[in-house]
């Protein structure tokens, strides 16, 4: 039996507090989205997992070699890019994200 892979990864974009929205993974890295972008808890939730990898894909790694999407996420982190809001859905609801990044893996 073949197994298929489906990618799909989001970048939720709150268009009342995001002046440019970013097209790519690359435009992330602009400073203009500091402590702009949430990522979730990639130790707890496969969302923010699958994030990773998607910067991985996107930076030229794969499912067996995730290193570019860490080395990615460690890169926003030290421009400080990204912030520590909590992904619950009130605070979708409250409007307290400008950028959300996640994932969703399917086999």
Not at 50 to 64: C, F, H, I
Not at 79 to 92: A, P, Q, R, T, W
Request: charged share 25%; glycine share 6%.
């Amino acid at each position: 039996m073949d197994r298929c892979l489906y990618r799909n990864y989001s970048l939720f974009v709150n268009k009342k507090l995001v002046k440019d929205v970013p097209h790519s993974f690359k435009e992330l890295l602009n400073p203009e989205y500091k402590k702009c972008i949430s990522v979730g808890d990639v130790m707890k939730a496969a969302e923010s997992q699958n994030a990773v990898l998607a910067a991985a894909y996107a930076n030229g790694g794969d499912e067996k070699n995730i290193q570019p999407g860490i080395d990615f996420f460690k890169k926003l982190n030290a421009m400080g890019n990204l912030n520590n809001v909590d992904e619950k859905v009130s605070n979708f609801q409250k409007e307290k994200f400008q950028l959300v990044l996640c994932g969703i893996l399917m086999l």
